[in-house]
Protein backbone atom coordinates (compact mmCIF):
# COMPACT_ATOMS: atom_id res chain seq x y z
CA UNK A 1 0.00 0.00 0.00
CA UNK A 2 1.75 3.57 -0.60
CA UNK A 3 1.76 5.99 1.94
CA UNK A 4 0.54 9.35 1.76
CA UNK A 5 4.15 10.97 1.31
CA UNK A 6 4.93 8.81 -1.45
CA UNK A 7 3.74 9.97 -5.43
CA UNK A 8 2.11 7.80 -7.09
CA UNK A 9 3.89 4.93 -9.16
CA UNK A 10 6.88 5.89 -6.82
CA UNK A 11 8.38 3.05 -4.07
CA UNK A 12 11.17 5.16 -2.05
CA UNK A 13 14.72 3.81 -1.42
CA UNK A 14 14.83 2.71 2.12
CA UNK A 15 15.77 5.40 4.86
CA UNK A 16 19.95 5.16 4.85
CA UNK A 17 19.62 3.26 1.05
CA UNK A 18 22.64 4.80 -0.60
CA UNK A 19 23.78 4.15 -4.01
CA UNK A 20 26.97 1.25 -4.40
CA UNK A 21 29.53 3.53 -6.68
CA UNK A 22 28.82 7.15 -5.25
CA UNK A 23 27.84 6.76 -1.84
CA UNK A 24 24.98 9.44 -1.97
CA UNK A 25 21.38 9.10 -1.77
CA UNK A 26 19.19 8.97 -4.18
CA UNK A 27 15.89 10.50 -4.54
CA UNK A 28 13.19 8.04 -5.15
CA UNK A 29 12.18 8.25 -9.24
CA UNK A 30 8.75 6.90 -10.91
CA UNK A 31 8.95 3.21 -12.24
CA UNK A 32 5.86 0.35 -12.40
CA UNK A 33 6.53 -1.95 -9.82
CA UNK A 34 6.78 -5.62 -10.91
CA UNK A 35 2.92 -6.58 -10.18
CA UNK A 36 1.65 -3.11 -11.64
CA UNK A 37 0.39 -0.11 -9.27
CA UNK A 38 -2.10 -1.90 -7.96
CA UNK A 39 -1.25 -5.47 -6.75
CA UNK A 40 1.31 -6.99 -4.28
CA UNK A 41 4.25 -7.83 -5.01
CA UNK A 42 3.66 -11.10 -3.57
CA UNK A 43 1.73 -11.96 -6.37
CA UNK A 44 4.27 -11.31 -9.57
CA UNK A 45 5.85 -14.93 -9.67
CA UNK A 46 2.62 -16.51 -9.34
CA UNK A 47 1.03 -14.80 -12.09
CA UNK A 48 4.27 -14.99 -14.43
CA UNK A 49 3.67 -18.66 -13.81
CA UNK A 50 0.53 -18.04 -16.32
CA UNK A 51 2.20 -16.59 -19.08
CA UNK A 52 4.39 -19.10 -19.56
CA UNK A 53 7.58 -17.43 -17.87
CA UNK A 54 9.63 -20.84 -17.82
CA UNK A 55 9.37 -21.42 -21.53
CA UNK A 56 10.49 -17.96 -22.77
CA UNK A 57 12.74 -17.88 -19.53
CA UNK A 58 14.61 -20.95 -20.73
CA UNK A 59 14.69 -19.55 -24.31
CA UNK A 60 16.63 -16.43 -23.40
CA UNK A 61 19.21 -17.93 -20.98
CA UNK A 62 20.04 -20.29 -23.84
CA UNK A 63 20.12 -17.11 -26.40
CA UNK A 64 22.32 -15.71 -23.62
CA UNK A 65 24.85 -19.03 -23.54
CA UNK A 66 26.51 -17.42 -20.55
CA UNK A 67 30.21 -18.41 -20.17
CA UNK A 68 32.51 -18.90 -17.25
CA UNK A 69 33.86 -15.49 -15.44
CA UNK A 70 31.53 -13.05 -17.84
CA UNK A 71 29.31 -10.53 -16.10
CA UNK A 72 25.84 -10.29 -17.10
CA UNK A 73 23.40 -8.14 -16.07
CA UNK A 74 19.36 -8.02 -15.57
CA UNK A 75 18.00 -5.33 -15.80
CA UNK A 76 14.83 -4.53 -13.93
CA UNK A 77 15.39 -8.50 -12.74
CA UNK A 78 12.46 -8.24 -10.34
CA UNK A 79 11.90 -11.05 -8.20
CA UNK A 80 15.21 -12.59 -9.41
CA UNK A 81 13.83 -15.74 -12.14
CA UNK A 82 16.17 -14.81 -14.75
CA UNK A 83 18.78 -13.55 -13.01
CA UNK A 84 19.01 -16.76 -10.84
CA UNK A 85 18.96 -19.23 -14.16
CA UNK A 86 21.67 -17.39 -15.52
CA UNK A 87 23.47 -18.61 -12.52
CA UNK A 88 21.96 -22.21 -12.57
CA UNK A 89 23.11 -22.32 -16.12
CA UNK A 90 26.38 -21.29 -15.82
CA UNK A 91 27.40 -20.58 -12.17
CA UNK A 92 31.25 -18.93 -12.82
CA UNK A 93 29.53 -16.41 -14.37
CA UNK A 94 28.57 -13.22 -12.53
CA UNK A 95 25.23 -12.48 -12.61
CA UNK A 96 24.00 -9.00 -11.90
CA UNK A 97 20.46 -8.17 -10.98
CA UNK A 98 19.27 -4.55 -11.03
CA UNK A 99 15.86 -2.94 -10.10
CA UNK A 100 14.52 0.16 -8.39
CA UNK A 101 12.27 -2.02 -6.19
CA UNK A 102 13.61 -2.47 -3.11
CA UNK A 103 10.95 -4.94 -2.35
CA UNK A 104 11.25 -7.03 -5.08
CA UNK A 105 15.18 -7.17 -4.56
CA UNK A 106 14.03 -8.39 -1.07
CA UNK A 107 12.11 -11.50 -2.56
CA UNK A 108 14.85 -11.78 -5.58
CA UNK A 109 17.39 -12.16 -2.13
CA UNK A 110 15.08 -14.56 -0.47
CA UNK A 111 14.50 -16.89 -3.58
CA UNK A 112 18.67 -16.96 -4.40
CA UNK A 113 19.28 -17.83 -0.45
CA UNK A 114 17.15 -20.57 -0.77
CA UNK A 115 18.95 -21.67 -4.08
CA UNK A 116 21.99 -21.30 -2.86
CA UNK A 117 23.24 -19.17 -5.43
CA UNK A 118 25.38 -16.28 -5.41
CA UNK A 119 23.78 -13.61 -7.37
CA UNK A 120 24.79 -9.59 -6.74
CA UNK A 121 21.42 -7.73 -6.13
CA UNK A 122 21.73 -4.19 -6.65
CA UNK A 123 18.88 -1.29 -6.29
CA UNK A 124 19.28 1.23 -9.28
CA UNK A 125 17.23 2.34 -12.40
CA UNK A 126 17.76 1.26 -15.88
CA UNK A 127 19.22 4.26 -16.47
CA UNK A 128 21.66 4.15 -13.89
CA UNK A 129 23.43 1.37 -15.21
CA UNK A 130 26.86 3.41 -15.80
CA UNK A 131 26.44 4.81 -12.04
CA UNK A 132 25.90 1.20 -10.85
CA UNK A 133 28.49 -0.91 -12.77
CA UNK A 134 31.15 1.33 -14.66
CA UNK A 135 31.22 1.74 -17.97
CA UNK A 136 32.62 -1.12 -20.42
CA UNK A 137 31.88 -3.61 -17.60
CA UNK A 138 29.43 -6.27 -18.42
CA UNK A 139 29.93 -8.46 -21.04
CA UNK A 140 26.05 -9.27 -21.45
CA UNK A 141 22.62 -8.47 -20.52
CA UNK A 142 19.28 -9.05 -20.21
CA UNK A 143 16.41 -7.39 -20.04
CA UNK A 144 12.50 -8.86 -19.85
CA UNK A 145 9.03 -7.34 -19.04
CA UNK A 146 10.64 -4.30 -18.74
CA UNK A 147 10.66 -1.71 -21.61
CA UNK A 148 7.04 -2.26 -22.49
CA UNK A 149 6.57 -0.11 -19.02
CA UNK A 150 8.42 2.65 -19.82
CA UNK A 151 7.61 6.24 -21.68
CA UNK A 152 10.00 6.47 -25.00
CA UNK A 153 12.75 8.59 -23.05
CA UNK A 154 13.19 6.45 -20.68
CA UNK A 155 13.51 3.13 -23.19
CA UNK A 156 16.09 5.14 -24.71
CA UNK A 157 17.88 6.23 -21.66
CA UNK A 158 18.15 2.49 -20.60
CA UNK A 159 19.26 1.48 -24.22
CA UNK A 160 21.93 4.07 -23.72
CA UNK A 161 23.05 3.22 -20.86
CA UNK A 162 23.15 -0.96 -21.74
CA UNK A 163 25.56 0.50 -24.45
CA UNK A 164 27.20 2.02 -22.04
CA UNK A 165 28.21 -0.37 -19.77
CA UNK A 166 28.53 -3.16 -22.36
CA UNK A 167 31.91 -4.33 -23.10
CA UNK A 168 33.07 -3.74 -26.74
CA UNK A 169 33.02 -6.75 -28.64
CA UNK A 170 34.46 -7.72 -31.81
CA UNK A 171 34.53 -10.74 -34.15
CA UNK A 172 37.11 -11.43 -37.00
CA UNK A 173 36.94 -14.91 -39.27
CA UNK A 174 36.43 -15.35 -42.75
CA UNK A 175 32.36 -15.47 -43.44
CA UNK A 176 31.00 -18.48 -43.27
CA UNK A 177 28.05 -17.75 -46.19
CA UNK A 178 30.59 -16.71 -48.57
CA UNK A 179 32.30 -18.73 -51.15
CA UNK A 180 35.50 -16.74 -51.37
CA UNK A 181 36.39 -18.11 -47.54
CA UNK A 182 39.57 -19.96 -48.05
CA UNK A 183 39.10 -23.74 -47.91
Known amino acids: MTSTSETPGTRPQPSGSRSRSCGTARAARPFTPAAGRFAPT ?3 DPV ?3 IRERLWRGLLAMHVAPRPAEMIV ?3 CGTGSQALLLHRVEPAARVIGIDPDPRVLAVARRKARVAGAAVDWRQGMG ?3 VDVLGAGSADRAVSSLVLHQCPLPMKRAILASLHTV ?3 AADWSWPTTDSSAPA
Do not use: F, K, T, W
Request: charged share 25%; aromatic share 6%; hydrophobic share 45%.
Open 74 to 76: DVG
Open 48 to 50: AAL
Open 127 to 129: DEL
Open 42 to 44: SLY
Open 166 to 168: LRP
